[in-house]
């Protein structure tokens, strides 16, 4: 359910790289405890706003706060996890393995492993070679890293990217699940009928924040019932003199 209580604030950010503007005075605000969809074409600029949020990214000018502190801040190294498109994990170590690591480097206490393989659904895989892993299996490997510190802001890059239906809805299942437990979630994708999972959308286009609305919202607004027309349809009407 979405709250009026800010987990991310962003205030005109403006990112330059290699004399290009990438992001161009994004203003949004991500609400505590829901699922929020960043989308648009690729290279639109999702994945630098989501550097930016963790903290990686330089920035121009602007504001980032992320559960009340400036991005990248130390305090929040272990509030927020990040998982990138490609695996964060050790392909010739074991699931198991691989959260062991991750755990003495975040720090986190050893119950915790048994946890995250059971949220992520993986006890059965969890003693195998992580590149011995389905696409899918893989993807919630890496999940599972990101929940270690018992995250309360999870960014997620393009995670459904290259899976098949099936394993796509099993994950968004995993997403829904934890923003029921309080976790917010911030989940790019290229993907326009993923945003039915999502409780507001951030839409962007060419570095550029074009709309933050609900699904419903977005439907109502443009008239049309698919959510990929809809987005055509949004950047028709910008375009129009």
């Known amino acids: 359910m979405m ?21 161009d005075a994004i203003s949004c605000q991500i609400a505590v405890g829901s699922v929020t969809g960043l989308l648009g074409p690729s290279g639109c600029g999702k994945s630098t706003l989501m550097r930016a949020i963790v903290g990686v990214q330089v920035i121009e000018s602007g504001d980032i706060r992320v559960l009340g502190e400036p991005a990248g801040s ?18 010739d170590l074991s699931v198991r393995e691989n959260l062991r690591y991750f755990a003495r480097v975040l720090g986190a206490a050893e119950a915790r492993i048994a946890e995250v393989i ?12 992580t590149g011995s892993l389905s696409g899918g299996q893989r993807a919630r490997a890496s999940l599972a890293t990101a929940l270690l510190g018992e995250p309360e802001l999870l960014v997620l890059d393009e995670p459904t990217v290259g899976l098949d239906p099936v394993l796509r809805r099993d994950l968004w299942a995993h997403f829904r699940r934890l923003a029921n437990s309080g976790i917010t979630l911030l989940v ?16 962007m286009r060419d570095g550029a924040l074009i709309t933050t609305q609900t699904p419903a919202q977005l439907r109502h607004d443009t008239g049309q019932r698919n959510l990929e027309d809809a987005f055509l349809a949004l950047i028709e009407q910008q375009e129009q003199p």
Do not use: F
Request: net charge neutral.
């Open 3 to 23: 709250t009026s209580v800010s987990a991310v604030a962003i205030t005109k950010l403006r990112v330059v790289r290699g004399g290009r503007r990438v992001l």
């Open 118 to 129: 059971e949220t992520v659904s993986l006890a059965e895989q969890a003693d195998r070679v």
């Open 74 to 91: 130390t305090e929040l190294r272990r509030r927020v996890g990040y998982v990138t498109q490609a695996p964060s994990v050790y392909a």
């Open 188 to 203: 790019s994708s290229h993907v326009m009928d993923e945003a039915e999972h999502c409780d507001e959308l951030l839409l």
